[in-house]
């Protein structure tokens, strides 16, 4: 089975700050990775798939990168909506798995 | 606008049985695969199950298999999840959600059934 791990787990900055997550497979994935954001009470939300491709109706700010075991989720000019827990997903084979989940403060 | 909503959860007792049903609506159900995915309260996402267009593939996460079983009813665009032999760590919101047609992703989320298993 494949792992994803994130870090950090936890992350605190300023609005206009820039900001990376990254996220390690266990094993190599090629670019079969999404990234979502979940606010308090809420679902989650798609904001990247295939590591690099950015959702319908995401803000800019947002991107990611990477292939094969590692990749990154980078919020540029970081704003106060940005406040969420940010997960990875592999896709590439089941079972299905999930990051930990990266908590975002803004200070 | 593309919805999904879940129903069906509640409180159980440990060894009981609850289904989960999904209904979808501005989309074409038979088009996208579907998945469960649960989130135990205040703890991370855990991809639950998986079914094509066409239910000819299906998958488990080991924590269910055997007590879960995942179906869908492309006539009447709802989604379900026969959840059996429950156990307090089953407790959790359970979300169902839309893959992709030909993009790996989960595109789009109900708001989730809370399952409390509890005596």
């Known amino acids: 089975d494949i792992q994803l791990t994130q870090s950090p787990s936890f992350l605190s900055a300023s609005v206009g700050d820039r900001v990376t997550i990254t996220c390690r497979a266990s094993?190599?994935?090629?670019?079969?990775l999404a990234w979502y954001q979940q606010k308090p009470g809420k679902a989650p939300e798609l904001l990247i798939y295939?590591?690099?491709t950015l959702h319908s109706g995401v803000p800019s700010r947002f991107s990611g990168s990477g292939s094969g075991t590692e990749f990154t989720l980078t919020i540029t000019s970081l704003q106060p909506e940005d406040c969420a827990t940010y997960y990875c997903?592999?896709?590439?084979?089941?079972?299905?798995?999930f990051g930990q989940g990266t908590r975002l403060e803004i200070k | 606008e593309v919805q999904l909503v879940e129903s069906g959860g509640g409180l159980v007792k440990p060894g009981g049985s609850l289904r989960l049903s999904c209904t979808a609506s501005?989309?074409?159900?038979?088009?996208?695969?579907m998945n469960w995915v649960r989130q135990a309260p205040g703890k991370g996402l855990e991809w639950v199950s998986s079914?094509?267009?066409?239910?000819?593939?299906?998958y488990y996460a080991d924590s269910v298999k055997g007590r879960f079983t995942i179906s869908r009813d492309n006539a009447k665009d709802s989604l379900y999840l026969q959840m059996n032999s429950l156990r307090g760590d089953d407790t959790a919101l359970y979300y169902c959600?839309?893959?992709?047609?030909?993009?790996?992703?989960?595109?789009?989320w109900g708001q989730g059934t809370l399952v409390t298993v509890s005596s």
């Open positions: 959600a839309r893959g992709g047609v030909t993009t790996l992703n989960y595109g789009a």
């Open positions: 501005g989309f074409y159900f038979n088009l996208y695969s």
């Open positions: 079914i094509d267009p066409t239910s000819g593939y299906i």
């Open positions: 094993q190599d994935i090629s670019g079969s």
């Open positions: 295939a590591a690099s």
């Open positions: 997903q592999q896709l590439k084979s089941y079972p299905i798995a």
